[in-house]
Each structure stands twice: as C-alpha cells, then as structure tokens.
C-alpha cells in the first residue's frame, strides 16, 4: 500500500504520523509547505525537517510558507498573515489534489481546513481519503469560548475580531473536509467526542493521544521541593487557554504563601490582564524550548486550564520533565492525568475549583514532587515510539474495515 500525507501543519505530531508509516512500511510521499534548507544549519528551521522520515518521501511546495514567513517577519498586521496562511491552506490542499490525481496512491492524509481539495479528488479516484484533525469540533468549541466572550467582552482586540469574522467559511470548509473524508484520526478522546457530538461515525475515527518526549531519568528528578513554590504556564496566554481564568484564581489567593506564578508564552490578552512589574505573577514571553524545559525542572506545578483544547502538548512536556501537571477536562492531554498520581483535573471555566487546587498545590510541596516522579514515569509508559506503533496498528485496521488489500512495502518516490 502506498500512503500520501500532505500536512499544512509542519510540527512533531504531524512528523510522528509519517514517521509511524514510514516504519510500517507503507508511506509513499509526506508533502509538507516547506522542509527547510538543508544546507543551512538554522535552528529555526531545523524543526520543519521531518526527522524519522527518510529523505527521498519528504517534499515541499514552499512559496506561500516563505511568503507568510516573511510577512511575520516584516511585522505585517495579523489579519494580513491569517488571510497569507489562509491562501496556503488552499494552494498547498490543490497542489495535493494534483499530486493524488498523477500518482493514484492507496491512501491519502491530509489534516484540517488544508486537505478538501485532496480529499475531493482522492473519493473521486478511489483513493482512500483520510483526515487528521487535531482541534476541538467548532460547535464544542463555540459553546465553551462564547460565555467566557460574554463574561470579558475585552478578551478579543480589534484585529481577533476581524480574523474571527473568517471563522464562518473555514468551519463550513472543515465540516465539508469531515464529510468528505472515509476515515479520520482525532489526537484525543475529547477531540473525537467533539466530533461524534457534531455527528460524525465513531466507527470511522482512529483516537491516538499524543506522546511524550524523552524523560528524565529518575536519578535526575529533584528529591525536594523548590525553596519558593512556582507555578508554571506555558503557552500562548490567550482566552483559549484559559490564561484569564489562571489570572484571575491566582489573585484570589492573596498570595498569603509566597508562591509565583510564571506565564511563558505570547501575550494575547488585553492589556489590563497584564501582571504589575515586581509582582508574584512573572510574564517571561516567548523564549527557546530549552528555557522552557529548564523552568519545568525547576518549578513546582504545571497549570494548562484550557477552555477549549484539542490536546496540549505541554502536559506531555511538563510529565517528562518530572513536573506534575492541573488541567481542565477541556485539555485533550486530560486523559493521560491520573486524579492525585500525576496531577489533577479541574473543571473549565471555573476560576473558583482552580484556585481551590491551585492552594492545595502551594499547601504541599513534598506530595506535589511525589507526584512529579510519577509524572515522568508517566511519560515513560506513553512515548512517542509507543504513539507511532499504536497509530500504524490502528491505521492498518482501519484499512481493511474500509476493505483495502493488505499493506504490502512502499518504494514509490517522494511527491516533488
């Protein structure tokens, strides 16, 4: 069998999926916008180098990435670079069609709002048309992103508000994506109950949770709580992320126990959320993911309380670095939390349970890097390595349910 990924979406997720079918055997071509330039040893650009996947299968059609690239780069405004990333979306999903209709592979993967016109042509041809899709249905995500819009009716600036007034068209085109598609694979259980909650077949949904990077050994992990308790959150401080809610939890506190919140990540929220210079809330902004994997060392608790989240990778990366984790049972990565082992699930939206536990948390450091070291054991059961075998296991079964032959090795050459 001889499997076509093309994937707008260039991150370690999307690499695992290809890597897992390279490893089975079946891959044919992994289409990406842009792989990078080998001959240049960039940092920046090392990451869109899908590593596991043997050269020769990786293509890339990179106009449009350089062209979104550079306009991020000149500090365009946002609502220009989503209107750029939204005519990617749709040249890279054509050229995609293109390539299904010369080469007439078994399968074709493509992975949301970048995949119609390839999963049209695949259907067309008889090619097995399959979706990724790795955020929250949009109906879910509107019944849990609208009051908490309501609530703060400042969360959204000016140009969030003219990038949401495109959400219309891109959910119609992503529901036509499901519709299209024979099979999809969601990258949580949440994600996939959003899905069966808009209508989709479970029977045709290929749930595989996300896995985690090489953890630290156990003789590595602290043995003591840090001298001043820290709260870590890592991510983009958005409303979806429930950064407003973390806020607002950690004031109510009072910070009677001397602890610090420490927000790593691009601010998105209005200004007034903003911490005060020389205060117990620390805004450290964007900084290179060995920073981020050193204050997960250092910290005491890891804090994801998504409104709404697909997954969550951060909890995976906090788990491998020893660090117990709280996240909202809106956070996909909430089905790797065991209640009081590894961390703890709160419920979304609800400053009050968060600073509840978020007290429990400060109240006793020597249970909390208990559970960090069962964190990392966590991590340890549920690698990326154990994700590719279970998603290639669970791909090939879905194949044959749909009554594909038997996956035999791939030797066709990569799509240029």
């Known amino acids: 069998m001889n499997v076509f990924v093309g994937t707008t979406a260039n991150n370690t997720h999307l690499h695992q999926v290809g890597q897992a079918l390279d490893e089975a055997g079946v891959l044919s071509a992994f289409m990406v916008p842009f792989a990078g330039l080998p001959s240049l040893n960039l940092p920046a650009l090392a990451s869109r180098r899908p590593a596991g996947i043997q050269p020769s299968k990786v293509g890339d059609c990179p106009s449009w990435e350089i062209f979104r690239l550079a306009a991020s780069k000149m500090r365009m405004p946002s609502p220009w670079i989503d209107l750029i990333w939204e005519r990617q979306e749709h040249a890279f999903a054509r050229k995609c069609a293109r390539l299904v209709a010369r080469d007439r592979p078994d399968a074709f993967i493509g992975v949301e709002h970048g995949a119609l016109e390839a999963l049209s042509a695949s ?3 008889g090619v097995a048309a399959g979706l990724i899709f790795t955020s929250l ?7 849990w992103l609208q009051p908490e819009l309501a609530r703060f009716p400042g969360l959204q600036g000016a140009d969030a508000r003219r990038i949401g007034l495109r959400d219309g068209r891109r959910d119609a085109r992503r529901d036509a994506e499901l519709r ?14 959003s899905l069966v909650e808009a209508g989709f077949a479970a029977d ?39 950064a407003h809610n973390l806020i607002e939890a950690w004031k109510s506190l009072g910070n ?3 602890g610090r919140l420490d927000l790593y990540g691009r601010w998105a929220l209005p200004q007034s959320f903003r911490p005060a210079v020389d205060g117990d809330i620390v805004e450290r ?21 998504s409104i709404c989240d697909g997954f969550g990778m951060v909890v995976n ?37 968060l600073a509840e536990r978020l007290a429990w948390c400060l109240d006793h450091p020597a249970e909390l890097r208990s559970m960090g070291v069962r964190a990392a054991e966590s991590a340890r059961n549920w690698t990326w390595g154990a994700f590719r075998a279970r998603f290639a296991a669970d791909f090939l079964a879905m194949m044959e349910r749909l009554g594909r032959p038997i996956p035999q090795a791939s030797s066709t050459p990569a799509a240029q």
């Open 285 to 305: 902004g964007r900084v290179p993911p060995a920073a981020v994997r050193a204050a997960m060392r250092e910290a005491s608790v890891l804090v994801l309380p």
């Open 317 to 353: 990366e906090a788990m491998a670095q020893g660090l117990p984790v709280i996240c909202s049972s809106n956070a996909g990565a909430s089905q790797l939390v065991v209640e009081g082992v590894n961390g703890f699930v709160v419920p979304p939206a609800d400053p009050g349970s």
């Open 137 to 143: 249905h949009h109906r879910f995500q509107e019944r």
């Open 180 to 193: 299209t598609a024979d099979f999809l694979h969601a990258n949580s259980e949440l994600t996939a109950r």
């Open 123 to 125: 259907r067309k041809l």
């Open 256 to 258: 009677k126990r001397g």
């Open 204 to 242: 045709r949904i290929i749930t595989v949770p996300l896995g985690a990077p090489p953890a630290v050994p156990e003789a590595d992990l602290p043995r003591e709580a840090p001298a001043r308790p820290v709260v870590l959150f890592v991510g983009n401080v958005a409303v979806h992320k429930g």
